[in-house]
């Protein structure tokens, strides 16, 4: 983060990070921006997703999508828009289905989003989608690190209990993902029917107190 009060980056010198289906690029981690979540994204290739399929009702948040360059299919709600270079799409609703795929190989979409009325928290789903390539790496260390900072941001959150327990098993912290994984499940209950196929969890599913 500059020091001097402001900071400019181009969008060609953010980390890419493949997660989720799409490619995601950190502008809010990178630039320490602490009023509203931003994001870049490019997709795989042409014809795969630049905004993955989700919605968001648990966030409450509205969000906008800017297609910055190339050119991106969006179905939101079942509608579908065909958005050049220059479009703006304003989700109001959380509740709406919203995906994108890109169409051109440059396609870049950049997002922007918070709950309207609310102070702004950085999502939850961040430090797992940072730690990706570091468990990949198998710099566990410091992946689990950003789980630890995720946690004292976001408390008891199931999601990032769950994840935390995917990348404590793949370390092979084995009581420690036992731990989190059934901490997870105890605040959101749909962790464990996920947990019974995920394949993090294959190397440990006989160790004591893994939920049946």
């Known amino acids: 983060m500059s020091e001097r009060g402001w900071e400019a980056v181009h ?6 990070i493949p997660v ?3 490619v995601w690029h950190p502008v809010r981690r990178r630039l320490g921006i602490e009023a509203f ?3 870049a994204y490019t997709a795989e290739a042409v014809g ?3 905004v993955e399929e989700h919605d968001e009702s648990s966030l409450g948040h509205q ?4 297609v910055v360059r190339g050119s991106v299919t969006f179905t939101v709600g079942g509608e579908k828009l065909d958005a050049s270079a220059g479009t703006i799409v304003f989700i109001r609703d959380p509740q709406l289905k919203r995906v994108a795929v890109a ?3 440059d396609a870049l979409v950049l997002a922007v989003g918070n709950a309207p009325g609310r102070a702004y928290e950085p999502s939850p789903w961040e430090p797992a989608f940072a730690a990706a390539p570091l468990l990949d790496a198998g ?3 410091e992946a689990l690190e950003l789980f630890a900072e995720g946690l004292r941001e976001h408390p008891g959150n ?3 209990l769950y994840n935390l327990a995917c990348a404590e098993a793949r370390a092979g912290r084995t009581d420690d993902a036992v731990a989190h994984l059934r901490e997870a499940i105890a605040g959101d209950g749909r962790w464990a029917e996920r947990a019974r196929t995920d394949p993090d969890f294959d190397a440990i599913r006989g160790a004591p107190g893994f939920p049946a």
Do not use: F, H
């Open 11 to 16: 969008v060609d010198e953010l980390d890419s």
């Open 158 to 160: 199931p999601s990032l």
């Open 63 to 66: 969000e906008v999508y800017v």
């Open 48 to 50: 795969k997703q630049i």
């Open 37 to 39: 979540g931003m994001n």
């Open 20 to 22: 989720a289906g799409v």
């Open 139 to 141: 710099r566990y260390d």
């Open 103 to 105: 169409e051109t190989a």
